[in-house]
């Protein structure tokens, strides 16, 4: 009985799968206009540095390797989720259509980055790590323009190196 | 709106709705009867479709709320909801 009941309900799951998936929003959305592209800079630099020292762990005592990896893989998917939290509430809180249709590759460049995020996130994955943090320097450029001020690129004080997109 | 499925972005309504999480709307069970207070309701705003909780009812205007007040908007920003703008019941 009660499996004829989990294959209805299986059914329907599967049918309901077809509706197409449409966007709803439960955000804090007052409109405070503190906005800011650092903090997912700096998560990607976290997820950077976390892929780094995950191929760096020491296997001289499996118990704390298997510490350290757990831990670094908790702090990873942690800014994962500061990422893609900051990259979409930058993509549906600040841009607006004006800003997507003046820079026309915007769109493009959220989906490219939240992907890689994606993919950093579930492997140890340094190209992808690398691809969000470019997309995020991207993104932090534009996010600059559409505020007047003229953006720079400065080389971080982290252990990841590379550029950091503030503005002047 | 007959059926429709949302995937929400946010966390004002957790822990009931995560962030990420589909979720089904339908609109049909509002022509039979009333939104209530408790229903957790799907509504347009400012061309965006927003998902919020129930907590009071004047006429046929909705007082709706998230449930995470850490992280909610409530209708005190953004005005009563009016049945116009209701889409359906979270289902």
């Avoid at chain 1, 903090?39 to 704390?64: D, F, P, Y």
């Avoid at chain 2, 022509?31 to 479709?49: C, G, Q, R, S, Y």
Wanted: charged share 30%.
């Amino acid at each position: 009985m009660n499996g004829r009941k989990d294959w209805d309900s299986m059914r329907i799951k599967s049918l309901l799968k077809l509706l197409p998936l449409k966007q709803a929003f439960a955000h804090c959305d007052i409109p405070c206009g503190i906005y800011d592209p650092h903090l997912a800079q700096m998560a990607a630099h976290t997820m950077i540095r976390m892929t780094q020292m995950l191929g760096e762990v020491k296997r001289e005592s499996e118990t704390k390797a298997e510490h350290d990896i757990a831990r670094m893989t908790h702090v990873k998917e942690d800014h994962a989720d500061v990422l893609e939290e900051e990259l979409e509430t930058l993509r549906n809180d600040y841009f607006k259509e004006e800003h997507f249709r003046k820079y026309p590759r915007l769109n493009d460049l959220f989906i490219k980055t939240l992907n890689a995020a994606g993919k950093a996130r579930q492997s140890i994955d340094i190209k992808a790590a690398q691809e969000a943090l470019a997309g995020a320097q991207e993104i932090a450029e534009i996010f600059f323009k559409t505020k007047g001020v003229k953006s720079i690129r400065v080389k971080t004080v982290y252990p990841t190196g590379g550029e950091i997109v503030l503005h002047k | 709106m007959l059926l429709a499925r949302f995937k929400v972005s946010g966390h004002s309504m957790e822990p009931q709705i995560k962030n990420g999480e589909e979720v089904l709307v339908t609109g049909i069970i509002y022509l039979f009867k009333k939104p209530k207070i408790n229903d957790i309701v799907a509504f347009k705003k400012d061309k965006k479709v927003l998902i919020k909780r129930i907590i009071g009812i004047d006429d046929d205007k909705y007082f709706v709320a998230g449930d995470n007040k850490n992280d909610s908007l409530d209708s005190k920003t953004f005005g009563l909801i009016s049945k116009r703008q209701m889409l359906g019941k979270v289902i």
